[in-house]
Structures are given as structure tokens and as C-alpha cells.
């Protein structure tokens, strides 16, 4: 049961100044201290306390309801394999048995060399390919017995980890950019001013009518910061955190 690292430390601070309010990063960083252990530690929620000023009841109870966060050690590879009606009908129920007796555990056990958790899961949005599964969220469409048998094999071996990293990495691109709350929100969440002013509805339509009929614009707050290299653009980043 461990703390963060100081290099996560580094990461979860850099998180956390891409959000206006600093408890908004309590997933990402659950997700880090998940991507360092494997599983969630209670040290490591202390410490996410810690770097969130919260306590840490508020921390567990946030853990404790999302299934993608695991309070207790899991494998190496969470194999989560779909028994919803797609899978049902065409064979998820006997890829779970295949998998039992193949690595000889039930759902919800790890081998005990460590490397490999199954469980049963509901739809993984993979429908048209069943019956599948997923490998610490990484998806297999089609897979019957021999075709299991051959992933285990490839994943013992270690030939997939550029593909499949150990449990807990969900992404490997670093985030950079965050979202800037307009106005409304951000004033409706803590009475503090704006980041930065969103448009009202509309106007971005308007000023580029505007600008496309080759009208000046009057001057607006933060052209000059612009026009000195200092952009207010924000990129929407990509859906998650590692």
C-alpha cells in the first residue's frame, strides 16, 4: 500500500492545474494512483486527499462507486469478459468457462502467479463482434476457446505489451490542455471570476459572417496578448486521463 511517487506527484499536480477547481481531478488522479499500484491503496487515497484538500471519506466514496476502480489487488491483465445477450447468444457463456478452467479461477480470482483477474461484465459496446472480451480495457471481438488460449499464451509471454500495458494504465498520452468553464458555471460554483469569459450562444456565427465579408473588428480584450504570441485558444482534449 503505497503513496504516490514523487514522478505521479509531479503528474497529479500538473492535473490538477487544468482544472478551475482543484476536486475535479479526483478521478484522474484515482486513475494514476491505479495506473502506479495496479489497484487503489488506501495510502494512495490519503495521499489524493491530501493533494485535493479533502478528507478521505471523500476520496474512498468516489472509489468505491465507479467498477473501472479496483479497491483490492487485481492481475497483471483483467480479462472482463461480456455475458449480455449478444455474447449470450452466441457463446459468452461458454468463453467463461473456457476461461475458468484455462487458467483454473473463478470471476472475481487471480492466478496465483499474479498475472491474470477474470470477471464477468455486462456490455462492453462490442456487440457486433461477439462473443468478446477486454484486456485492461483494451477489446477482442470473436474470441472462442482456441482463440483465448492464444491471447493468454501471447500476453504470459509478453509479446503484447506494447498493445496491452499492465492494469491500471488506461491511456499513455499525457494530458495538457484543460477546459475553461464559462462564466455561469464557474460563478454559480464558487462566487470566483472566470478563467476566461466564454461567447454567449451565437456570436461565434456572427464575427465570422463578419470577418468572411471582410469588416473590421473593434479590438477586443486579449488581442493584444494574441497579437503578442500569447494564444487563448483551448483544445477540447481527448476523453481521459492515464
Not at 492535473?15 to 482543484?22: F, G, N, R, V, W
Not at 449470450?88 to 468457462?97: A, I, P, R, S, V
Not at 509471454?157 to 455561469?184: F, K, N, Y
Not at 456565427?205 to 500569447?230: F, H, I, L, Y
Request: glycine share 10%; proline share 6%; with cysteine.
Amino acid at each position: 500500500m503505497a503513496r504516490l511517487s514523487a514522478e505521479m506527484v509531479d503528474r497529479a499536480r500538473g492535473t490538477i492545474a487544468l482544472y478551475p477547481h482543484p476536486r475535479s481531478a479526483l478521478i484522474p488522479l484515482l486513475h494514476m494512483a491505479q495506473e502506479q499500484d495496479g489497484w487503489v491503496a488506501p495510502d494512495a487515497m490519503e495521499h489524493i486527499a491530501e493533494l485535493l484538500d479533502l478528507t478521505p471519506a471523500e476520496v474512498m466514496g468516489t472509489a468505491s462507486f465507479y467498477d473501472m476502480l479496483f479497491l483490492e489487488p487485481v492481475g497483471k491483465y483483467l480479462i472482463s469478459i461480456c455475458t449480455n445477450i449478444a455474447c449470450l447468444l452466441n457463446g459468452g457463456y461458454e468463453l467463461l468457462e473456457h476461461a475458468e478452467e484455462k487458467l483454473g479461477i473463478k470471476p472475481g480470482a487471480t492466478t496465483a502467479d499474479g498475472n491474470f483477474t477474470i470477471e464477468e461484465v455486462e456490455c462492453i459496446a462490442l456487440c457486433g463482434q461477439a462473443p468478446c472480451l477486454a484486456v485492461n480495457w483494451r477489446f477482442f471481438g470473436k474470441v472462442a476457446g482456441e482463440g483465448f488460449d492464444h491471447l493468454v499464451d501471447e500476453l504470459s509471454a509478453g509479446r503484447l505489451t506494447e498493445e496491452i500495458p499492465p492494469h491500471g494504465t488506461l491511456c499513455r498520452t499525457r494530458r495538457a490542455v484543460g477546459l475553461v468553464a464559462s462564466a455561469a458555471a464557474t460563478e454559480a460554483a464558487s462566487g470566483v471570476a472566470p478563467v476566461q469569459e466564454a461567447p454567449e450562444a451565437g456570436t461565434e456565427r456572427v464575427e465570422q459572417e463578419k470577418s468572411e465579408s471582410g469588416e473590421v473588428q473593434p479590438a477586443e480584450q486579449g488581442d493584444t496578448e494574441a497579437a503578442a504570441g500569447e494564444s487563448k485558444h483551448v483544445e477540447t482534449p481527448p476523453g481521459g486521463e492515464d
